[in-house]
């Protein structure tokens, strides 16, 4: 009866240590650890190699619990909790679909347990980091999501979350020599404004414009460079050209403001191959005697085109870079 109270005691301390603010900053560390080794490019290291051989029967441990299988596969053999016994580790993950990881405990039958990835998490990997076990989620380029920790009891806990903010300057990797690219890296040049435009915009019926929409804001431009003023509006739709994005495009409209032309400019405006989040982003510059079109992407990526000739051309690009933080 004594053992017993002394080890209801000794597991009501443990709780305690586990919930003290020193447990709390150890896993405050932990994540600051985590987003230096990403932002300086040595994240990769911490990732735990996953097996080359044996992909059939990663297979066909997932076909016999029914588990849905993506393009992409990766297992690991691991002794996740230290007693000796390497566990199994599967991960799943495709276009447009969220990442899966499954975990087996080593010598086990029981079914595999789920950790299941947001919309936004690209891959999940399998990391070691102060002698133990996580999972590492993370997006396009690098971007940190979230860290999962394995539990005794078969689960997975979150340890840490992360966003990103813009590095303070992009490289400029197309135009270096060009004036107009040192220009605009430096905040000069004339932008144009878009005032609103509240009449109703009619768009061709073409596959070219499905999942359209027009917003409502048009500015004046010679956007082709031909000598001849056009009203210009922004489109937001998915292109379904092969990127997996919503952006935003130009379009030139009719003097009276309410049609898409069905025409050679707007066709190739529309293979612009910046993905646009917001409109915002997407804008017009005048610099010398043209004018360009200036479409910023996530994490200060930036490109800028020029159209003339019947040619969209790309004249800048600026690469940005994201700077990962934790938020807990």
């Given at each position: 009866m004594l053992a017993l109270g002394f080890f209801n005691a000794l597991i009501a301390i443990l709780l305690l240590l586990a919930m003290s603010p020193l447990a709390q900053a150890k896993e405050s560390d932990l994540c600051s650890a985590i987003a230096k080794l990403s932002n300086t490019g040595k994240l990769e290291r911490r990732f735990v190699k996953a097996r080359s051989s044996d992909m059939e029967g990663a297979y066909k441990l997932l076909r016999r619990q029914d588990i849905d299988i993506y393009p992409d596969i990766r297992f690991w053999h691991a002794d996740i909790d230290g007693y000796g016994i390497a566990d199994t580790i599967v991960e799943t993950h495709g276009q447009q679909v969220s990442a899966r990881l499954y975990w087996r405990?080593?010598?086990?039958?029981?079914?595999?347990?789920?950790?299941?990835?947001?919309?936004?998490?690209?891959?999940?990997?399998?990391?070691?980091?102060?002698?133990?076990?996580?999972?590492?989620?993370?997006?396009?380029?690098?971007?940190?999501?979230k860290v999962w920790s394995f539990e005794k009891d078969m689960s997975f806990v979150e340890v840490c979350s992360f966003q990103q903010k813009p590095a303070p300057k992009a490289a400029l990797t197309i135009g270096a020599s060009l004036p107009l690219c040192k220009a605009i890296q430096n905040g000069e040049g004339l932008y144009s404004v878009f005032s609103e435009h509240p009449s109703p915009i009619n768009l061709p019926d073409k596959d070219i414009y499905w999942a359209k929409r027009a917003l409502p804001r048009m500015a004046i431009a010679d956007i082709d460079n031909d000598g001849h003023a056009d009203h210009v509006i922004r489109l937001n739709f998915f292109p379904g050209n092969g990127r997996q994005c919503d952006s935003v495009f130009f379009s030139v409209i009719n003097a009276e403001g309410q049609t898409v032309l069905d025409n050679r400019v707007n066709q190739t405006l529309l293979m612009m191959d910046a993905c646009v989040p917001s409109p915002d982003q997407l804008r017009i510059l005048a610099y010398g005697d043209a004018v360009y079109i200036d479409a910023q992407g996530w994490i200060g990526d930036r490109d800028v085109y020029h159209l003339k000739n019947g040619k969209l051309e790309k004249d800048c690009r600026f690469l940005g870079k994201h700077i990962n933080e934790p938020v807990r």
């Open positions: 405990k080593g010598g086990s039958n029981s079914p595999m347990v789920e950790l299941e990835g947001e919309d936004n998490e690209v891959m999940l990997s399998l990391a070691r980091f102060r002698g133990q076990y996580y999972v590492v989620g993370y997006a396009w380029r690098d971007a940190l999501t």
